[in-house]
């Protein structure tokens, strides 16, 4: 309150001042009509003196005086209109000068609530790195930011994943360092909601594999952990991303929860370049896209980068044959369709089979080959994939959905 108050009383003596040496008395021009008053007036006093010395008639003097009466009215009128005309042009100019002062004021004002910060003083850039850094060492633990997260709304019950979760938890207690089955109840205690759960048993499966432990391994920690603490980044989170992303720099998930931690740490700086590089490095559909382009341009600003979002580099349209691709090969003669959706399937299928993909990739293999009436090959691929995501229930779900004309209706 002190800052606004002696901030508005510097504004009205601002204002006052110019107010004031606006309004001081100065001198004034002479109109020109004034001039020509005394130019008559000293006339009439020459003819008075003509006639005295005899130089002019009664009959001359009378005409003379006549002539330059006429003109002595003439520029007092003038003069009288001058006046006016400045007195009104003063008022005017008055009415003007205040408005423009406060329209400078209130316009300063507007622009100190969306920019200033009341109460802070100057702070170089260095000085508030260093502040960042501070507080980046003194933020709260992960249990401490568990304890603080409000109640969250549960998932949609699935009682079927909670009993085998039960079961689960059970067998864990009998074998606490079986890797396949402490991957599986991180994985589907996470599915129930149950993150601080999932993480601890996340941490137990990578102390288990030791070296073993991949990337995904550590990113997934940091991701339940972050989770488990409402978004929070907490500094066991940054260490499992570290080590993550030292062994898999390209991790999409990884980058984004990167980004996520400089930002709530006041770096957007640093923040702004991870999540536009990753943005040019993604599909549309890749799950860290929305949550990137809802916050980006928050972030460039904060960053001192100016520029729309359309100027970023922009996500590429998802690789292999699309939904879309394959109902309008369905519209398409049998050979152009057979052509389309070959070419769309050696693709994907050769980059799968050398780079890996996602499951909605391999979900659209699946469908395509399916497409083709290549079902002992659609098998194979939804057998295959199975293995690979044998950890990932979502996306094992994903695969059966994708391979269920081959097997039918469930019953």
């Known amino acids: 309150m002190g800052f606004w108050i002696a901030t508005g009383a510097f504004s009205v003596l601002v204002m006052l001042v110019l107010m004031l040496a606006v309004l001081r008395p100065r001198k004034v021009s002479v109109p020109s009509a004034a001039y020509d008053l005394q130019v008559y007036r000293d006339q009439l006093r020459e003819v008075e003196k003509d006639i005295a010395r005899g130089i002019l008639t009664e009959e001359d003097a009378a005409r003379a005086r006549t002539e330059v009466s006429r003109r002595l009215?003439?520029?007092?009128?003038?003069?009288?209109?001058?006046?006016?005309?400045?007195?009104?042009?003063?008022?005017?100019?008055?009415?003007i000068l205040g408005a423009g002062l406060l329209a400078t004021v209130a316009t300063a004002f507007a622009v100190y609530l969306q920019i200033g910060a009341p109460g802070y003083p100057d702070l170089p850039i260095a000085t508030r790195i260093d502040l960042v850094e501070q507080a980046r060492a003194t933020r709260p633990p992960q249990d401490q930011a568990e304890e603080q997260v409000p109640f969250r709304e549960g998932l949609p019950p699935d009682p079927r994943r909670e009993e085998l979760v039960a079961q689960l938890r059970t067998i864990m207690e009998q074998r606490p360092d079986d890797a396949q089955g402490l991957s599986l109840l991180a994985t589907n205690e996470a599915a129930l909601g149950n993150f601080r759960a999932a993480r601890i048993a996340q941490q137990r499966l990578i102390d288990v594999l030791g070296d073993e432990a991949g990337?995904?391994?550590?990113?997934?920690?940091?991701?339940m952990m972050i989770l488990a603490a409402g978004g929070y980044v907490s500094p066991e989170a940054e260490t499992a991303l570290v080590r993550g992303l030292n062994?898999?720099?390209?991790?999409?998930?990884?980058?984004?929860y990167a980004g996520l931690m400089y930002a709530q740490q006041g770096r957007p700086d640093l923040a702004f370049p991870i999540w536009r590089n990753l943005l040019g490095d993604s599909t549309i559909d890749a799950p860290w896209v929305e949550p990137i382009l809802l916050q980006i341009e928050e972030i460039a600003f904060l960053a001192g980068v100016t520029g729309s979002q359309a100027e970023l580099p922009q996500p590429a349209a998802p690789r292999g044959p699309s939904a879309a691709d394959l109902a309008a090969a369905e519209d398409m003669s049998p050979e152009d369709r057979q052509a389309m959706v070959e070419s769309m399937v050696a693709s994907l299928s050769s980059r799968l089979a050398t780079e890996g993909g996602t499951p909605d990739e391999w979900a659209r293999l699946i469908g395509a080959q399916i497409v083709l009436g290549r079902t002992e090959q659609a098998q194979a691929i939804?057998?295959?994939?199975?293995?690979v995501f044998a950890e990932n229930p979502d996306a094992l779900r994903l695969l059966e959905a994708a391979a269920a004309p081959l097997t039918g209706p469930a019953e």
């Open 247 to 256: 062994l898999d720099p390209r991790n999409g998930t990884g980058r984004y």
């Open 382 to 387: 939804y057998d295959e994939g199975r293995g």
């Open 215 to 223: 990337a995904f391994h550590h990113i997934d920690l940091a991701e």
């Open 73 to 95: 009215l003439e520029a007092d009128r003038a003069l009288q209109s001058a006046k006016a005309d400045e007195a009104r042009a003063s008022g005017t100019d008055r009415v």
